[in-house]
């Protein structure tokens, strides 16, 4: 360990420089956080909308039903596990940077 | 049905869970086993255990009825299941596991310094756990009823002994180890039947014209009246009718039934000719699904399809992190990187298992329509291998499916209680004493008993969505502001759990007894979380933004705990082999 | 030409010189104008210098040696004829001459105890050669209020003394302050070593030691794993960061306690581990289960001949974690645990037992006090129940020092 000591000290004591580094990490934290959050809501919140405006005329449109039963039934779940790989990576990252800062 | 296999698979699971928890672990381990003893549980395990406890009745069961009846609408349930781990995972989850809370009463305390909204705290877990065992016990109820043929109220009571005899004994020591079985006894379950069913359906010419079709039988069928019914027919139907309707006898004579109400009693024994459109029970929640069953939006039971949509979604999506046996199973993680791993494994299990229910609900609705006459939908993915199959492979098959159902309910059953119970015996009844776990066990599984005998009709995965709305009302707000806004007060997050969660509170209960039937009263009251949860947050952040200057004095250094990697600032880690 | 040429030469030689003398000394003044500093800076370099060599005598605290070695620092510090120091009672050191008028500053030091100010008076004398005629008295004050005075004499009566005096009272307080600080950091360590020493027996020190020199002929290879355990256990035992640990780690110590105890005792000792994986992360205090277990070895293995067996296991239950350590040893006659447990049991045993009931009992309330139960050669079987959560119970650092008030 020996040389960040000193930095992890300051936050240990909660100096005010202490906080500056707690604070920057949430900061950051939260923003990948907000970013994975508002993929989802935006796409899967959509859909209900989206659902609402197709034609109710099955003969405009007759792939539809199969299309929403493959979205909500099965390509919902790969893509909310692809969302959730990119944010642990990126949460992960900004931690190992805040490691790498208090260093 | 061949009742004796089925009776045996679920003596089989109750008796595997018994011995697995008792057991799981209480292997002796010598010194030289001392690492395997004392390493933590690898993210995996404690993922399918997490899993096993999550997925419940209403996945189980609910989902599949939900579908047969309502139509593709309903997927929300499963998707809004899944995406409240993802939102947990990007909010919660890491801050969470470092602040070292056991509970959300012990994260309101350790954030808040403050007893008073521990007690709160306290009040909504024990609230939303019950409105969560119900469920479980209503669809134990069914489950044994349709397996069996005992009286709805056995299962229920069955499940609540065995839990509280289990959980009380200390039986559930092992608990993730038993939580981790029962996932994977869960999905085997529901995907091998799945499989076969869907090569019988290939079979069968994979028919699929009828799923925009109204529900018809393919077949003659004949259809026992459990309860007294009420029909309200919209084309003229004809039957042949062994029993009573509109108070008139028929012995086995064709019946042509006019267009509108009907009351057939119980007993009544109906035959229906091949083709025949299903006629749908009106006393059920359900009206009819209409034409539309495929299409999205098209005709569920609500006047407001678009709103209660985004009711369900919101309150699934926000509700998770709040769910009392949800957050218990994170401390197991032993830090927090660990425990988002892990959530990501959980995502990938529940995902995978969620594939499934809708399978059973497409295929209940071509060959069990039956369960649309008498409102039992929850039952569909019991009867189906009977329907496909019969035979030895179908009571198999149907076995299979009881253990798995049975299953479900013992494990989301003793999660919740075990921690109910834990919140009782710490908050409600501290003046008992610590050693009073058992008597809290009794009374945290007496409550949800006693009102499954009283509540009989609320469709397994409606409950569960209302306890879902009561905790995304509170507990969201309370972990979302708790964990990332440094202003949050004590008074402000007490405000903001009365508001948001006593108004959803509310809103179940005016729901549950059935209060407005239509319209958007109906729809507000029976979608709280669209208002609630706003309300929550709103209340949180104004009442603590007027009471600033109480700002707990420990927040910097509890967000320093709550964030700070482990490692970072954390204690000295251990250097193996130190001289080398 | 040869004479022009010489005369040149001369000429070009005198104006060098000049020139380089004349450099000389510029350059000479300048630089002893900068280098070497004013006569002003040479006077304070002069103090500074006299302050630094009185101030280790005072570091050490005010007694009569330190003060005679001071005093004369002092004296030439101010610059009078004579300088005294005192503590509440008596003067400690007099430096100068009028050393006669020992018992007349005594009679002043009282006052400036009691009201903390410096005082100045003109000291009446017979001797018509004694130049001390007037005194400035200032007291010393540390963090727990005046220790002494300073007194410094003078022929006459002088504004310059008293501000002097009073500032190098001053900085006398300072050092005397910093001398208490020394001694009561010294003091920490004690107690921190006293601590250590109760948590870690002298006797297990000894005998693992000794048990991993027996293998370093024999078996190099297992010495070497040995010591490195050994390394490892101690760190763990002096680390000096937070009250609480994680139940993984306190295992992980107990673990390596076990091997180096095998080393010695080999076969003879039989372990059990039941542990539950749930409750690893549980924060407890620090070092609260070793003492435990090494009590248990204790009953087991050196008060006995026979093959001594002793289990540790750890429960989930609920809200709670449950840690049961048993062994089949001598027992105990409950009488004498009670006493050990009221803290009575004397200095040789269950000392451990006695110290961590009570942290446990400090940090989760009485009833989570130890239960034990025991009797004599029955073996003793302590169970301690451990909350997963409590207010202020991190493993973390250190982030908060002082108990939270509720």
New interface residues.
């Given amino acids: 360990m020996g040389r960040p000591v000193r930095t992890q000290s300051e936050i240990n004591e909660q100096t005010t420089l202490g906080a500056a580094y707690v604070r920057s990490l949430m900061r950051s934290q939260l923003r990948a956080g907000l970013a994975a959050f508002a993929v989802l809501a935006v796409v899967l919140g959509s859909l209900p909308v989206v659902f609402s405006l197709l034609p109710s005329d099955l003969s405009l449109w007759p792939a539809g039903p199969t299309l929403v039963w493959a979205v909500l039934g099965a390509a919902a779940y790969p893509f909310m596990i692809v969302i959730a790989r990119w944010y642990v990576r990126r949460a992960e990252r900004n931690e190992r940077d805040f490691a790498d800062l208090v260093e | 049905m061949n009742q004796a296999y089925a009776v045996a698979a679920v003596a089989v699971v109750v008796l595997a869970t018994v011995l697995i928890g008792a057991y799981g672990l209480r292997i002796s381990r010598t010194t030289s086993d001392f690492y395997v003893a004392s390493r933590s549980v690898p993210p995996r395990l404690n993922a399918a255990a997490i899993s096993g406890e999550y997925l419940s009745a209403a996945s189980f069961l609910g989902v599949a009825g939900l579908v047969l009846a309502q139509g593709v609408d309903m997927l929300w349930y499963p998707v809004g299941y899944t995406a409240g781990y993802l939102v947990l995972l990007v909010f919660v989850a890491a801050p969470l596991r470092r602040s070292g809370a056991y509970t959300l009463p012990d994260f309101a305390e350790d954030r808040l310094e403050s007893k008073r909204v521990r007690r709160v705290a306290s009040a909504f877990v024990v609230g939303v756990g019950w409105l969560y065992l119900l469920p479980q016990l209503q669809g134990a109820g069914l489950t044994l009823g349709v397996v069996t043929g005992a009286p709805r109220w056995l299962g229920g009571a069955l499940v609540a002994v065995v839990v509280t005899a289990a959980v009380a004994a200390g039986g559930m020591r092992s608990i993730t180890f038993v939580q981790a079985f029962q996932y994977w006894l869960k999905l085997t379950a529901l995907l091998v039947p799945a499989i076969f069913l869907v090569l019988a359906w290939q079979g069968d010419g994979a028919p699929r014209t009828t799923f925009d079709e109204p529900a018809t039988f393919r077949e003659r069928t004949k259809v026992t009246v459990e309860q007294t019914l009420r029909l309200n027919i919209k084309d003229p139907l004809g039957v042949a009718v062994h029993g009573r309707i509109d108070g008139v006898r028929h012995t086995g004579d064709k019946v042509a039934l006019p267009p509108g109400p009907h009351r057939i009693d119980a007993g009544t024994v109906l035959e229906f000719a091949k083709g025949t459109a299903v006629p749908e029970a009106t006393n059920g929640a359900y009206s009819s699904a209409g034409s539309r069953w495929s299409r999205p939006l098209s005709g569920s039971r609500d006047d407001h399809p678009l709103y209660a949509s985004y009711g369900l979604i919101i309150a699934t999506f926000l509700g998770t992190m709040g769910l009392p046996h949800v957050v218990v199973r994170f401390y197991t993680s032993p830090n927090g990187r660990a425990a988002r791993r892990t959530t990501v494994v959980v995502l990938g299990l529940i995902g995978a298992f969620y594939l499934l229910p809708p399978v059973y609900g497409a295929l209940g609705r071509l060959y069990a329509p039956e369960l649309l006459l008498t409102g039992n939908t929850d039952a569909a993915v019991l009867v189906l291998p009977g329907k496909l199959f019969g035979g030895v492979g179908g009571d198999l098959l149907g076995a299979l499916l009881a253990g798995g159902a049975f299953a479900a309910f013992l494990s989301t059953a003793s999660g919740l209680t075990l921690s109910v119970a834990g919140v009782l015996t710490q908050d409600v009844l501290p003046s008992l004493g610590i050693r009073h776990f058992r008597l809290a066990t009794c009374l945290a599984m007496a409550v949800p008993t006693a009102a499954n005998a009283a509540v009989s009709n609320l469709p397994v995965a409606d409950a569960v969505g209302l306890a879902f709305a009561v905790s995304a009302s509170s507990f969201c707000p309370l972990l979302v502001l708790g964990i990332w806004w440094r202003g949050l007060t004590a008074a402000g997050a007490l405000s903001g759990l009365l508001v948001g969660g006593g108004s959803a509170l509310a809103a179940v209960a005016a729901t549950i007894s059935g209060r407005p039937q239509h319209g958007w009263p109906h729809a507000l009251l029976a979608w709280p979380a669209v208002w609630s949860v706003p309300l929550g947050f709103l209340t949180m952040v104004l009442v603590s933004l007027a009471t600033r200057a109480a700002i707990p004095a420990s927040t910097g250094a509890t967000m320093a705990r709550l964030h700070l990697p482990e490692g970072a600032a954390g204690p000295v880690e251990r250097v193996q082999g130190v001289g080398q | 030409m040869i004479a022009l040429c010489v005369l040149g030469t001369v000429a070009a030689a005198v104006a060098l010189f000049a020139a380089g003398a004349a450099f000389g000394r510029l350059s000479a003044r300048g630089g002893r104008a900068k280098d070497l500093g004013t006569p002003v800076e040479r006077a304070t370099f002069h103090t500074l210098h006299t302050a630094s060599l009185a101030a280790p005598p005072l570091r050490a605290g005010l007694t009569e040696d330190t003060a005679r070695k001071a005093a004369r620092r002092l004296r030439s510090l101010l610059g009078t004829h004579a300088l005294c120091l005192t503590d509440q009672a008596s003067v400690l050191a007099w430096d100068g001459s009028g050393g006669h008028h020992r018992a007349q500053v005594m009679e002043q030091v009282g006052q400036v105890l009691e009201n903390g100010r410096s005082q100045a008076f003109p000291v009446t004398c017979d001797d018509m050669d004694c130049q001390v005629r007037w005194a400035v008295v200032a007291p010393l004050t540390a963090d727990n209020g005046a220790l002494g005075t300073l007194a410094a004499f003078g022929s006459r009566e002088s504004a310059v003394l008293v501000r002097a005096t009073n500032e190098v009272a001053r900085w006398v307080s300072v050092q005397l302050e910093l001398a208490e600080l020394d001694r009561s950091r010294t003091r920490l360590i004690e107690a921190e070593i006293r601590a250590l020493r109760a948590q870690i027996s002298p006797h297990f020190i000894f005998n693992s030691l000794a048990a991993i020199a027996s293998f370093v002929r024999t078996d190099p290879e297992r010495a070497r794993e040995l010591l490195?355990e050994f390394?490892?256990f101690t760190r763990?035992s002096f680390?000096r960061?937070?009250d609480f640990?994680t139940l993984?780690?306190e295992?992980?110590s107990i673990?390596q306690y076990?091997?180096l105890v095998?080393a010695r005792f080999g076969e003879r000792l039989?372990?059990?581990?039941?542990?539950?994986?749930?409750v690893?992360?549980v924060?407890l205090p620090f070092l609260c289960l070793q003492p435990l277990v090494e009590n248990a070895v204790k009953h087991g293995l050196e008060d006995s001949v026979a093959k001594s067996r002793i289990t540790i296991s750890a429960?989930?239950?609920?809200?709670?974690a449950v840690v049961v350590i048993e062994d089949n040893g001598v027992g105990m006659e409950p009488e004498r645990l009670r006493q050990i447990l009221r803290g009575e049991g004397g200095p040789s045993s269950g000392i451990g037992l006695c110290n961590v009931d009570e942290r446990l009992r400090q940090v989760y309330g009485d009833?989570?006090g130890l239960v034990i139960e025991t009797g004599v050669g029955a073996g003793m079987k302590v169970t301690a129940?451990i909350p997963?959560?409590r207010?202020g119970?991190?493993?973390?650092?250190?982030?908060?020092r002082q108990p939270?008030a509720?």
Wanted: net charge negative; glycine share 6%.
């Fill in positions: 490195l390394a490892d763990y680390r960061h937070g640990t993984a780690d295992l992980h673990q076990f091997s095998r039989d372990v059990t581990l039941q542990i539950a994986p749930e690893l992360p924060a429960s989930d239950e609920g809200a709670e009833d989570h129940r997963k959560y207010a119970v991190h493993s973390g650092p250190p982030l908060r939270r509720d």
